[in-house]
C-alpha cells in the first residue's frame, strides 16, 4: 500500500437535504483499505444518512463521493441530482455491502440462500463456488449449523450475523454498519460485535454507525463525531476519548457513555 493508492471511499463536501431539512452541510470522509471509520453522535445529527450517501441509496444535492478514484457522474443539479451512470452505481453498492439494523433477511429463503443470493444473481457466479464460500463464511460469523434454518428460526443476534455473512459473500471492498448492534439486547449484541472486531483484525476496510463508544474506541482507526449535519471533531480514538476531546459537544456527548 501506497499514499498513491486511492482510498477505497472518499467523500467531499456532501449536502443533503430533505426538502427543507439540511441533514448533511459540508461532510468529507475517507476510507482506505485497511480503516475502521466509525461515526458517531446523536440521533438526527446525519450519521445513516452519510452511510446511505455513499452506498448512493440516497442521493445528495451537492459534493464529491469518490470511489477506488473513479468520482461519481451526476446529472441534473440540487434536488434533480441524479447518479448519471447505472453501471456505476451498481459497481458501487456491489462494493460497498451494508449491514442495515433490521437484518433484512429474505423470509422465504434458509440462511444459506440468503447468504448465495447476490452473488449468483447480481454478479452471476457459479452456484457451487458461492456455496462454498457461503458456507464457509457463515462458519466463520459462528453459525455454520444454520445453514437450512429460516431466518424466523435464529435469535436476533444470528440474524445480524447472517446479514454479516450475506455481505461478505459479495466480497466487497469495504463493509458499511449502519447501527448492527441496536436491534439487539445486551447478550446477543456481544455475539455481533465479536464478529465486527473480527474483521477489524483481519484488515477489513468498514465504515460504522454505531452507539457503541467502546467498540467505536477500540476497533476504529478513526472517529467522526457528527454533529447537526457538519463534523463537530475527528480523529483517532486516543484523540477522542479518554477525556481528550477538544469540543464541548463531544464531551457532553462522551459524558453519557462508559468509554469516555
Known sequence: MTDATPPVIEINGLHKSFGALDVLKGVDLTARAGDVVSLIGSSGSGKSTLLRCANLLEDSQRGEIIFEGDPIRWKGEGHNRRPAD???????????????????????????????????????????????RARALLDKVGIGAKCEAWPSELSGGQQQRAAIARALCMEPRALLFDEPTSALDPEL????????????????????????????????????????????????????????????RLRQFLSHSDAA
Open 86 to 132: 447505472a453501471e456505476q452505481v451498481r459497481l458501487i453498492r456491489t462494493n460497498l455491502s451494508m449491514v442495515f439494523q433490521s437484518f433484512n433477511l429474505w423470509s422465504h429463503m434458509t440462511v444459506l440462500q440468503n447468504v448465495m443470493e447476490a452473488p449468483v444473481t447480481v454478479l452471476g457466479e457459479d452456484r457451487v463456488e458461492v456455496e462454498d
Open 189 to 248: 449484541e456481544q455475539e455481533v460485535i465479536r464478529v465486527i472486531r473480527d474483521l477489524a483484525e483481519e484488515g477489513r476496510t468498514m465504515i460504522l454507525v454505531t452507539h457503541d463508544m467502546r467498540m467505536a474506541r477500540d476497533i476504529s482507526s478513526h472517529v467522526i463525531f457528527l454533529h447537526q449535519g457538519v463534523i463537530e471533531e475527528q480523529g483517532a480514538p486516543t484523540e477522542l476519548f479518554g477525556n481528550n476531546a477538544q469540543s464541548e
